[in-house]
């Protein structure tokens, strides 16, 4: 079992709908990042939490950690929101664990 | 500052071939991370430098592979006799050291196509 789950693995939305991505984990950690990866490769930062809430534009993101779950939600979506979500912990001063990503397209 | 840049961002390469990827950091940032993303995966810790001193590396980085920061700047990531399962995005990711996550930033990548 992977130290991190993020579900669902692949995701198809119609523009306009709300989105839900969710990551477990299962180790301690010191931080956790919600990613975006689009198909160039290049990761973009879009949230780093460590407790409670935090929102930026249509993107809103929450951790829970006694249950060790976070989730990623996006607003009224757009295609150019197609991308690959990915949730990484910190279980330390500075390593990573990665999961495997969820793949997002919005559709027009 | 543009963030971190990786050079080149894409790299073909015969197999047995050896192979450089270069990374520059955030100028301010003191820690460097590099990592492996094969297709549908995550990325995969590879090692970390705090300066020029690499503190870290992981089992996944095998003899043929060697990294260097020697100058507490730039760092160069080298495959030797490079192998199909190769094939991969390597990231460069850095920090600045301080908070765990704060001003985590990652580079766009190089991809290695092993032919």
């Known amino acids: 079992k992977n130290e991190v789950e993020q579900s669902p693995q692949n995701l198809t939305a119609q523009e306009g709908e709300f989105i839900t991505i969710n990551c477990s984990y299962s180790?301690?950690?010191?931080?956790l990042h919600w990613l975006q990866q689009h198909p160039g490769g290049g990761i973009v930062s879009l949230f780093m939490?460590?407790?409670g809430k935090k929102k930026h534009g249509r993107l809103i993101a929450t951790i829970n950690i006694q249950e060790k779950h976070s989730s990623l939600h996006i607003t009224a979506s757009h295609p150019r929101d197609s991308a690959v979500y990915i949730c990484?912990?910190?279980?330390?001063?500075?390593?990573?664990?990665f999961g495997t990503g969820t793949r997002l397209k919005v559709l027009a | 500052d543009t963030g971190v840049s990786q050079n080149p961002r894409h790299k073909i390469t015969k197999r047995g071939q050896n192979v450089t990827f270069r990374c520059d950091p955030i100028?301010?940032?003191?820690?460097l991370y590099w990592y492996r993303q094969t297709l549908g995966q995550g990325p995969e810790f590879l090692t970390y430098?705090?300066?020029?001193?690499?503190?870290?590396k992981s089992r996944l980085l095998s003899d043929r592979f060697s990294a260097e920061r020697p100058k507490g700047s730039f760092s160069t990531l080298e495959i030797q006799r490079t192998e199909q399962g190769d094939s991969a995005m390597y990231l460069c990711?850095?920090?600045?050291?301080?908070?765990?996550?704060?001003?985590?930033?990652f580079g766009s990548g190089t991809r290695l196509t092993v032919v």
């Open positions: 990711a850095s920090s600045p050291g301080r908070t765990a996550g704060y001003g985590y930033t």
């Open positions: 180790v301690g950690i010191s931080a």
């Open positions: 939490l460590s407790s």
């Open positions: 990484a912990v910190s279980i330390g001063t500075y390593k990573y664990i």
């Open positions: 100028s301010e940032h003191n820690r």
């Open positions: 430098f705090q300066n020029e001193a690499q503190l870290e």
